[in-house]
């Protein structure tokens, strides 16, 4: 009977493990990231770029969700928001109502909307999930998370922890980032300033 307690104290360990590894894989909270950036944070959680300091995002094309090419190089001069997300992310689904609201309202001022969708296996949930949402804008198709490795310099995204939304200037340069759920206010904030940048 000396067993159990150990046993009992095992398995809450591993409950505990568990819990924690399934939180981090997909952020609710915001941050602004840790390491050595150019990230400033402001107010509701939206990390910026002064325009001299930003580096210039890396190669994010591939097949969307409906089979299409795209490649975000071919949005140059416009303001791109690009949103990283995963059909099985509570955080995702809760803000996919206002990134969906916010790419009608400045559409027709210069800013196109992309995701990235990562790590869900196949294509099937993903495309229910821009189904159930009506999604006015394309997303990349990233099962392994490549996408989110390559094209953002270290330090900008983790690829661990959705969703995370990036916003390029017109020179295709990272300049505010918000690494968890957004609403349409947080998009604006981090928008706005770049629409009307010269």
């Known amino acids: 009977m000396t067993h159990r307690p150990v046993f009992r104290a095992v398995a809450l360990t591993a409950i ?5 590894l399934a939180l981090s894989a997909c ?15 402001g107010a509701g959680g939206i990390a910026t ?8 995002v890396g190669p994010i094309k591939g097949e969307t969700l409906q089979d ?13 928001v690009i949103n990283a997300w995963g059909s099985w992310c509570p955080p995702c689904r809760a803000e996919a109502p206002y990134l969906n609201k916010v790419a009608e309202e400045v559409k027709a001022k210069g800013v196109e909307f992309v995701g990235i969708n990562a ?10 999930f821009e189904d159930n949402y009506g999604m006015s804008y394309p997303s990349l198709y990233d099962p392994a998370g490549k996408l989110l ?14 969703p995370t939304t990036i916003v390029l200037d017109r020179e295709g340069k990272i300049a505010a980032r918000v690494l968890g759920a957004v609403d349409d206010s947080e998009l604006h904030k981090a928008i706005d300033p770049l629409v009307g940048e010269k």
């Open 68 to 80: 299409e090419h795209l490649d975000v190089a071919d949005l140059r001069g416009k303001v791109v």
């Open 27 to 41: 952020g609710g909270g915001k941050a602004t990231g840790g390491g050595r950036t150019n990230y400033v944070a």
């Open 149 to 162: 490795l390559s094209g953002f310099p270290k330090g900008t995204i983790n690829a661990q922890s959705l």
């Open 119 to 128: 790590r869900d296996g196949d294509r099937s949930l993903p495309r229910a």
């Open 49 to 56: 770029v002064a325009k001299g300091e930003r580096k210039p």
């Open 16 to 20: 505990v493990t568990c819990a924690s």
